[in-house]
């Protein structure tokens, strides 16, 4: 089943924009030269945006760079380590040259630097660093992008985790990250709406993404994870990037403030 979903997606790709509801905008998207960040970018882009991707490595920058442009997608890419100041503004400086206006945000950069552990043995500098990255500099890039943002069609987008609602062992700390994000969410949302700026999360479960690999190769983790996906199949980068397109689109404009699960049916809700 898995194969041949992957195998119709493939069939309905293709080198051409795909339609135009996002004509004319323009979105940055943060972590976004694989995975979910990826896909998110090129749906974007294949209805009509134009994007910035970007993260850490100038080499992972460019491929991606290079295969959206390859399918006609009109792409920039810049490294940006998000947790840097000088980096997350010199991304909203470097897409306000290219391309004039910042409309979408999807603040996708995350970081777990521990696996396995319970949240208890967590040291300092490793909480650190996944709020810093998690939570810390998601609002902050947010922020940044309000000052710049189309007051008539903004959107901003936190890619979240259904981890935020159920804490998965071993990974105690990027759960509770992500569960900061909920907040985030609606606390923003609140201030933003009187600026005609939509702010809402998306919380992926289980996807088949580098970033997850640790525990799509746990057997054990993996047994117990199908027994509760009524779906009975690990997600897919593109089964993130279509709400994403539809939560920037015009066809949400009454939706704010949100934490969208796409789980396969795993209960996300506190």
Known sequence: ???LNMKLRRALSSNTISSNRLMERVAIVSGSTDGIGFAIARDLGKNGAKVVVSSRKKDNVLRATDALRN????????????????DRDNLIDFTLKEFGSIDILVSNAAANPI?????????????????????????????????????????IIFISSVAGFHP??????????KAALYGVTKALSI?????????????????NTNFATSLLSDKKFMDYAMTNIPQKRIGEPEDIAGLATFLASTESLYITGET??????ILGRL
């Open 1 to 3: 089943m898995q194969k």
């Open 71 to 86: 399918e006609g997608i009109v792409a920039k890419g810049i490294v940006c380590h998000v947790s840097k100041p000088e």
């Open 115 to 155: 696996m396995g552990l319970p949240i208890l043995k967590t040291q300092p500098d490793a909480w650190d660093k996944i709020f810093d990255v998690n939570v810390k500099s998601a609002f902050f890039l947010a922020k940044s992008c309000i000052e710049h943002m189309n007051k008539e069609r903004g959107s």
């Open 168 to 177: 998965v062992h071993g990974i105690g700390a990027y759960s509770a990250s």
């Open 191 to 207: 201030e933003c709406a009187k600026l005609n700026i939509r702010v809402n999360c998306i919380a992926p479960g289980i996807i």
């Open 260 to 265: 969208i699960p796409v789980t396969g049916g």
